[in-house]
């Protein structure tokens, strides 16, 4: 009886993904891309343990740009350094749209900077922006904040005292301190229960959304709303940040000055009393605590997943780290911090930099965008709402684009003269208009690593050529193997 009312369920929703994937596909004038099947779509041919592999070699067989369906879902994927800024730079405003991306929408509900659509998104991001750049993401402030901000981490480092330590731990709190600095106006104390849940469910949340589990959700939301399992952690985790957000929002409300914003949670309070009268008004409390977790999300834990990415180049190739820091004792020396006006005169430590980033991908395919309306691209027309995957990975790795992308090699940003170069083959931080707001703190990069490789040399455990770069799994991001290492003060 069981099987037969499990059958009687499955059949209705069976012919409506049929109906819907017959439907789509006489709009537009798509790409081509292997056939896809009721129900599944072409599931069969990607595995979703490795999803972001799967895509890429079918990029190999349909070309830059094709179509796959992830269930019943359609979706244009694009790949290479070409169709990805063709799409997202040169026609940003037609590939601007953010997809009901599921694992993300069951919490946002569409709702929040990184997740909204429309005029919503154009008036929230450009209120974001000028506050961020109030509160300390401009070039002055921000460089303040970090170096304000590694005196406590070196601090924290010369703790470990020569041991092993938990390095993930340590990278995270001191940079996630930074933007809570911004957003609540005020940095942690890093044994403050609040830091040390905020960094645990990011990190746990990280992890959760570069597995299979994640992937499963985006493609079957609905049937696995019924399954019991890990994904169920990442709404859990969600909610919780969500919690302490609105927490500290209490506090704020209760102390409130309109005339002396102390944040960015102030600014959008006083933003909500000037438009709360005003019925098409976007900034709402949800709004406030959405974007508030989006900026919280988003930043931090891109540039400490880029640090210890370095970390782990740096002690495979130890004559490179040496190098960092002869550069390091030339230009700076040992009175001072490095500084962000150091850059220009140490291109070498700038190209390790660079090549860290584009060799270790951490955001190796973007959110899935979507189009605002029929779009001509390439020779085909993408219909008005369809979603839209761009392989971050194929730019930073693609063998007809970059010469043996698998191998780090900073000759790809010195010059002959050994002057640091650009390359068009970079976009850790995506393009065009939904480029990541945690782009200015993590260009920052070059104060935080600096500022390590001063006081202290990186050592493996085992041998420096034993370490394997490669990721341990690609999803959300491109997850690290777990590594163990020790400071040598200098």
């Avoid at 008036?123 to 005196?151: D, N, P």
Wanted: glycine share 6%.
């Amino acid at each position: 009886m069981d099987s037969i009312s499990t059958a009687m369920l499955l059949l209705p929703l069976a012919l409506i993904c049929l109906l819907l994937t017959l439907s789509s596909r006489d709009k537009g004038k798509l790409p081509p891309g292997p056939r896809p099947l009721p129900l599944l779509g072409n599931l069969l041919l990607l595995c979703s343990r490795d999803m972001l592999t799967s895509l890429t070699e079918l990029s190999k067989e349909y070309g830059s740009m094709y179509t796959v369906y992830l269930g019943s879902r359609r979706v244009v994927v694009l790949s290479g350094l070409q169709a990805v800024k063709e799409a997202l730079a040169d026609q940003g405003e037609e590939f601007s749209g953010r997809s009901d991306h599921p694992v993300f929408f069951f919490f946002t509900k569409g709702n929040g900077i990184a997740f909204c659509n429309g005029d919503r998104w154009k008036i929230l991001r450009h209120f974001s922006i000028q506050v961020l750049r109030s509160f300390g993401m401009e070039k002055a402030s921000i460089e303040e904040r970090i170096l304000g901000g590694g005196s406590f981490l070196l601090a924290e480092l010369r703790k470990t005292d020569g041991e092993p330590f938990n390095h993930t731990f340590v990278l995270s709190r001191s940079v996630c301190n930074i933007i809570c600095s911004v957003l609540f106006g005020s940095r942690f104390d890093y044994e403050d229960d609040r830091l040390l849940t905020i960094v645990c469910l990011i990190n746990d949340n990280l992890q959760l959304m570069s597995s299979p589990w994640d992937e499963l959700y985006n493609i079957f939301p609905s049937l696995l709303d019924w399954v019991s399992g890990p994904h169920r952690r990442i709404f859990q985790n969600f909610k919780c940040l969500r919690d302490l957000i609105a927490h500290s929002v209490h506090d704020h409300q209760a102390s409130l000055d309109p005339r002396s914003p102390r944040d960015f949670i102030d600014c959008f309070l006083t933003k909500m009393t000037e438009e709360e009268e005003d019925p098409q008004s976007h900034f709402h409390m949800d709004t406030l605590l959405m974007t508030t977790h989006n900026l919280l999300f988003g930043g931090p834990e891109t540039v400490g997943t880029t640090l210890r990415h370095a970390f782990l180049a740096l002690m495979k190739y130890p004559k490179v780290q040496a190098r960092v820091q002869e550069e390091i004792d030339l230009v700076v020396g040992r009175a001072r911090l490095p500084a962000l006006e150091d850059r220009a005169a140490m291109p070498y430590t700038d190209a390790v930099i660079h090549e860290v980033q584009r060799f270790a991908d951490s955001i190796p395919v973007n959110l899935p965008h979507r189009v605002t309306r029929d779009t001509a691209f390439r020779g085909f027309l993408i219909p008005e709402g369809t979603d839209v995957i761009t392989l971050l990975n194929t730019v930073h790795h693609n063998p007809s684009q970059i010469l043996t992308p698998q191998e780090f090699n900073l000759e790809r940003f010195l010059g002959a003269n050994q002057s640091f170069k650009k390359s068009p083959a970079f976009m850790p931080f995506s393009a065009g208009r939904r480029l990541c707001l945690g782009e200015s703190l993590a260009r920052k990069l070059f104060l935080f690593l600096t500022a390590i490789l001063q006081s202290f040399s990186l050592q493996p455990l085992g041998a420096p050529e034993d370490i394997d770069l490669t990721p341990l799994s690609s999803g959300l991001g491109n997850l690290l193997r777990p590594f163990q290492l020790c400071l040598r003060a200098r």
